[in-house]
């Protein structure tokens, strides 16, 4: 911890250069003007070229004054200690994940710029995740933004309320898998509309469920959908939950995540079909709510699809700085281990000390 910032009046300091010499002087000159009548000079003769060791340590008293006088200026110049505080207000964006996890997600054909293939949903969350805490110049992350996650398959669920705690969230997100093979037939299919409106009810109740913080006001509201089908469950369609959004000021970033062929294996030999998604009604939500819909064909293009979409949904982070000063004239000061006495108090005490001695020991006669 250092126990000096700075001074309040640093132009001070130079009078301890101009005080110091005065100081000598008058010492100096003290000593010479006083005088005794002596019958005889050869015994004070003998005493000069001998002089006791009181006569060589007088010299101490304008030592004393000296220090005593350099602490004095110091400490008028009033030493201080900066104690800084620092006080964050952030604009952030509310944002909603809506994922689809239907059992196509699980299908393993969205290849990266080395080769590697992942099933959909592995690179989603894996790009998700960067998006979140980021990986980099192009996926700085979301600190500031309270993020919350919403999948669906036949039904919605809400597997993580909208949170600034993403470390949770992302925990959340690595779990979520397609529909086991014991319940694929109840809870397979693609709700879109109903996750949508799942997703809109949780961005809407926001300022009901978080507490109050008068340093974090909620700047936009977005949601990022993600499927790789179309609408084929559910009681609501997509445009019906998008005319709910724009009503609520709410954005929708759809994305739809997919090759634009898939290769079937047949008697006949491999056949490419066309991998149904609804690019239409996803083009007409985001068209509807002043979003944007993306096609992602792979995982390179995916990853860029999220860093656009950070590009346009960013929090404004505004950091202010304060400095508590303290004053050190009449503090102890930390040396290592110990602590010396303030420099206020040393001053009284040289000069306590200084009078003391040149009324005792070291008094002059005359």
């Known amino acids: 911890m250092k126990w000096l910032d700075t001074f309040a009046y640093p132009w001070l300091l ?6 110091i010499p005065i100081v000598w002087f008058d010492w100096l000159r ?10 005889s000079t050869s015994d004070l003769l003998a005493a000069a070229a001998h002089p006791s060791w009181a006569v060589r340590a007088r010299v101490i008293l304008p030592i004393l004054r000296s220090l005593a006088v350099l602490l004095l200026v110091i400490a008028v110049a009033r030493p201080q200690r900066a104690d800084e505080l620092t006080k964050i207000t952030t604009e952030g964006v509310a944002l909603e994940l809506v994922l689809d996890r239907s059992s196509s997600m699980n299908s393993r054909d969205l290849v990266d710029h080395n080769g590697r293939t992942y099933t959909r949903l592995d690179a989603v969350k894996q790009i998700v995740e960067q998006f979140v805490e980021g990986s980099g110049e192009d996926l700085p992350g979301r600190a500031g933004d309270l993020i919350g996650l ?3 398959a036949r039904y919605p669920d809400t597997v993580c309320p909208l949170t600034r705690d993403h470390t949770h969230l992302v925990t959340a997100l690595q779990e979520v898998q397609p529909p086991p093979p014991a319940v694929r037939e109840q809870e397979d299919g693609t709700a879109i509309g109903d996750a949508l409106l799942l ?13 109050k913080d008068e340093d974090f ?11 790789d089908g179309e609408q084929n469950a559910g009681e609501f369609t997509p445009l019906e939950a998008a005319e709910a ?6 954005k929708i970033y759809a994305i739809g995540a997919a090759p634009l062929f898939q290769v079937h294996r047949s008697m006949l030999g491999n056949i490419r079909q066309r991998v149904p998604i609804d690019e239409r009604a996803l083009q007409q939500i985001a068209d509807e709510t002043g979003g944007h819909y993306f096609r992602a064909t792979d995982a390179d293009s995916l990853a860029e699809i999220y860093a656009e979409i950070d590009k346009l949904e960013r929090s404004a982070i505004d950091e202010q700085r304060y400095y508590l000063y303290e004053e050190l004239a009449y503090h102890a000061i930390p040396l290592g281990p110990v602590e010396l006495p ?3 108090l040393v001053v009284l ?3 306590a000390t200084e009078i003391l001695l040149a009324n005792t020991r070291f008094r002059r006669i005359p």
Do not use: M, Q
């Not at 006001?217 to 499927?227: D, M, V, W």
């Open 199 to 211: 997703g809109l009810e949780r961005i809407r109740n926001i300022h009901r469920d978080l507490p």
């Open 349 to 351: 005490i040289l000069l």
């Open 217 to 227: 006001t909620i700047k936009s509201r977005a949601i990022i959908l993600l499927t």
């Open 30 to 39: 003290a000593s010479r003007r006083a005088s005794l009548r002596f019958s």
């Open 14 to 19: 130079p009078l301890a250069i101009v005080l």
């Open 245 to 250: 959004a724009k009503a609520l000021g709410v």
């Open 342 to 344: 303030p420099p206020l």
């Open 150 to 152: 919403t999948v669906f």
